[in-house]
């Protein structure tokens, strides 16, 4: 019994580190362990591996580690492309050889041989879908087009010049330093398509995120039932029951049911456990761009944002420093004069009662459907901007 629970410990505390270091400055990871151990991994403990690098093989260490960094991380690259066909690969290819024996079983029908083939293979298309497909770059034949769509707000976007690209920046783009382009309604470049999510493919990426949720939880709740009837076709109950004497109630026999999964099915009961994270945290993923898309707002524009409220905030704080620097060199100056009339103090209105609140004034969202809509069919893809398009060419 030691042994299952240190399996699982291990399971669990490995699939930890893995989803902190690939996933771990997610938005909704900020402030958790596992944004911590993100932190720790990627800069702290590499960090220290630079100085034992330098200690054990000097300079010429150090710079072939910054080279392969540079490589990994501010280039393209097709690594971890290769990773999620792998991880992707070899669960499928787990689940066949451990599960698809008790396939069809008491709860599941042979059709699930199919079905999951059919979903993984829809999730790799999306997948190079979201991959290869051009997110919107901004070139000098479609500038202008991106610049009467997305006004400027005279916020967090103003009339510049792309100084890479040397062409007009339109409101909303940005130059990804990854793949040396502007990218219209820029939202963030992903290593894992190793492409940049902008315009026109957010929508594939909505959809890959949404339909790897599913798949994971289809996979979860499927070898859930594999191992209920497995449970169920060897009488698993009735044998604790009848031969074993354990009272036939749940909180008896669950811990015993549990036990005898643990050393027949450990590998099936890791995968479901493993499955069941992912799609928690594919969940998060979705519902914070989906919520950034029904609201008109990029990833990038988010930053942007707390940025300028941040800037705003401590504008307001250095104006009410000064106010109240001035009313106290005020009332120092009062003190020489006679006292003011307690009335006429009373209804003064108060210098640090004029600042005004920082609002966040979001040009671009027009409302939940044409946000949606604007999605679904990027304005480039639209016929009726084919045919302005060819009316004014």
Not at 165 to 183: E, G, M, Q, T
Request: hydrophobic share 40%.
């Amino acid at each position: 019994m030691a042994v299952h629970w240190l399996l699982i410990c291990h399971g669990l505390i490995t699939l930890i580190v893995v989803v902190s270091f690939l996933c771990g400055q997610w938005p909704i990871f900020q402030g958790t362990l596992i944004s911590s151990i993100h932190r720790f991994i990627t800069f702290g403990a590499y960090q220290y591996f630079l100085k034992f690098v330098g200690a054990v093989f000097g300079d010429k260490g150090i710079n072939s580690i910054l080279s392969v960094e540079y490589y990994c991380c501010d280039r393209p690259n097709p690594i971890l492309q290769i990773i999620y066909l792998a991880i992707i690969g070899s669960s499928y290819w787990i689940i066949v050889k451990t599960s698809f024996q008790f396939v069809p079983g008491y709860y599941l029908s042979g059709v699930h041989r199919y079905t999951s083939l059919l979903a993984v293979a829809i999730g790799i298309l999306l997948f190079l879908l979201t991959s290869f497909s051009d997110p919107g770059t901004v070139t000098a034949d479609n500038v202008s087009h991106y610049l009467s769509v997305y006004p400027y707000d005279n916020i967090i976007y103003t009339k510049k010049e792309c100084s890479t690209c040397k062409l007009p920046k339109p409101a909303r783009s940005k130059h990804c330093n990854i793949c040396n382009r502007c990218v219209a309604r820029f939202d963030h470049h992903c290593g894992w398509m190793n492409n940049c999510i902008g315009e026109r493919n957010t929508r594939y990426f909505l959809a890959f995120l949404l339909w790897h949720f599913l798949i994971c939880m289809y996979a979860t709740i499927a070898i859930g039932l594999v191992l209920a009837g497995r449970v169920k076709e060897l009488k698993i109950v009735y044998i604790l029951t009848v031969y074993y004497g354990v009272e036939n109630s749940f909180r008896s026999l669950a811990p015993q049911i549990v036990q005898w999964l643990l050393g027949s099915y450990n590998t099936q009961i890791l995968l479901m456990v493993f499955m069941a994270i992912v799609s928690l945290l594919l969940a998060g993923f979705f519902a914070y761009h989906a919520k950034l898309c029904l609201t008109n707002t990029t990833t990038n524009e988010t930053f942007k944002w707390q940025d300028y409220v941040s800037w705003q905030k401590k504008l307001r704080e250095a104006r009410a420093s000064s106010a109240a620097l001035k009313a106290s060199i005020d009332r120092m100056d009062s003190e020489r004069k006679p006292p003011e009339k307690k009335c006429k103090s009373f209804f003064k209105r108060s210098l640090l009662e004029n600042t005004e609140a920082v609002a966040k004034n979001n040009v671009y969202d027009k409302g939940f459907f044409h946000n949606l809509y604007e999605i679904i069919f990027p304005v480039p893809t639209r016929a009726s901007h084919s045919h302005t398009k060819s009316k004014s060419g």
